[in-house]
């Protein structure tokens, strides 16, 4: 029943089976979120920058690719990048349209780039990508002085950007977006005066610890709101050696399988637990969840933990609400299938940013659920889950979203007939070894 091959090409059919218990220890692949900043800060920098356990996967691919088109030297030696920088100002007019495939991470962060390249630059993208909303980032970068069109007045994909000369501004992002955060910030880089955001909550700080390593003084004020201040006009940017950690959101699925699948126990070594970013992990030990850091230490400026996880059959049902999100949002779809297994009900709020991730994420895991008999309440930013239901499986729509594809196949595993994914082929995006890395703990005596 168990049918764990995967397959890049065409579009691919997953059926996962229940098992006895999961058990063993697992490096899952390096955070998404820093390899992109550990391609897109070294090409500002002058000098040769290394980065070492660099994310391969379709997204952050899509920016590796996208920065040598502007004229950035990267070579791959024994697994390791080095980057040659260009500095501040010395990216290349691309000669064709950059294609940012399905990441919306490497759109805008490079329009905070390019805000300031005195040159023009055309950026589209997948069936996906083109209906995501980049106001919230070409407002901000158009009041700073860029020259941004687009679809629907510049908020959809395709994009055309003429930078130049740019002034900075006070920006309060009220959706306490890091992408829309670490644009500014690098368009601040190159601008007059003072570019001030302000978050009613702290989104990840990724951004900010690579400048601050990279000799950026950075004035940041933490209280009832998050305020970063960055003076611009930068002489330059120190290169870095990064060591890049893995990945909390992908270490996440295995967490919950270890939770979920009876008699199971789990490490998942190296993982990042920035507090921006280990809501998950919390919440779900709030629930009940028999879940450890060990073995707590730094790399490359961020804290990194050895992750031990085991079975946990006592969960109850939680309440999460808007100032959770921020440092969760990748891991709420997962966090909602494992609620189904919770004792009570979970009810998640304030989360509507999920409708415009590479899917509507709250319709795909609440039509998803339905469709397989579990029985759940949709709300306009978020849902209403009733737990301690029987998975007894069925067929599901990954939406072309590997989010959602990996989290119903982590719920196949205590299904009564399986759960079959259409389109699991979608996992590359982020974690193109997951179904072997899922083959590879399964006890199979």
């Known amino acids: ?86 500095g501040l100002n010395g990216f290349k007019e691309p000669k064709d349209i ?55 007045e510049g908020n959809k994909l395709p994009l055309a950007i003429r930078g130049g000369k740019l002034k900075g501004i006070k920006f309060f992002n009220k959706k306490s977006s890091a992408q829309v955060k670490s644009a500014l910030l690098l368009a601040g880089l190159n601008a007059d005066g003072e570019t001030e955001i302000e978050e009613p909550v702290k989104s990840r700080d990724h951004t900010e610890k690579l400048l601050k390593a990279m000799g950026v003084s950075l004035d940041i004020e933490e209280g009832e709101s998050y305020k970063v201040k960055l003076l611009g006009n930068i002489n330059k940017l120190e290169p870095i050696e990064i060591d890049v950690p893995a990945d909390p959101s992908s270490a996440a699925f295995f967490v919950a399988t270890a939770v979920l699948v009876p008699k199971s126990e789990i490490v998942l070594k190296d993982v990042l637990v920035n507090p921006t970013r280990d809501g998950f992990f919390k919440k ?93 309440e949709e709300l306009p930013d978020g849902v209403i889950i009733k737990g301690k239901q029987r998975i007894k499986g069925g067929i599901v729509n990954s939406f072309d979203d590997h989010r959602i594809a990996m989290g119903f196949s982590i719920l196949g595993l205590i299904s009564e007939e399986g759960i079959q994914i259409k389109n699991s082929e979608c996992v590359f995006i982020s974690y193109p070894e997951f179904y072997d890395h899922l083959e590879k703990v399964i006890e199979k005596n």
Not at 310 to 333: C, Q
Request: hydrophobic share 35%; with cysteine; net charge positive.
């Open 284 to 376: 779900l030990k709030e629930m009940g969840a028999e879940i450890e850091y060990i073995n707590l230490r730094e790399k490359a400026g961020e804290p990194v933990a050895d992750i031990y996880a085991k079975y946990s059959p006592n969960l109850k049902g939680i309440r999460i609400t808007k100032s959770d999100v921020p440092s969760m949002i990748d891991e709420l779809p997962l966090l909602m299938l494992i609620a189904t297994q919770a004792e009570g009900e979970t009810v998640i709020t304030g989360a509507e940013e999920l409708r415009v991730k590479e899917s509507d994420r709250i319709k795909a895991v609440v039509e998803n659920l339905r469709s397989i008999g579990v029985d759940t």
């Open 98 to 152: 950059l294609d940012m495939g399905n990441s919306g991470t490497t759109t805008r962060l490079t329009l905070g780039v390019l805000a300031s390249q005195n040159f023009f630059t055309a950026l589209t993208g997948d069936n996906s990508l083109i209906k995501r909303p980049m106001k919230r980032i070409t407002e901000p970068l158009s009041q700073m002085g860029a020259r941004i069109d687009g679809r629907e």
């Open 1 to 86: 029943m168990h049918d764990y091959g995967y397959g890049k090409m065409g579009r691919m059919e997953k059926k996962i089976g229940k098992v006895k218990r999961i058990k063993g220890e697992l490096r899952v692949p390096s955070d998404k979120s820093i390899s992109h900043r550990a391609i897109i800060l070294p090409s500002l920098a002058e000098g040769k920058s290394v980065v070492k356990n660099f994310l391969k996967s379709g997204d952050t691919l899509t920016t590796l690719n996208c920065y040598k088109q502007l004229g950035v030297k990267i070579k791959e030696k024994d697994g390791i990048l080095e980057i040659e920088g260009v």
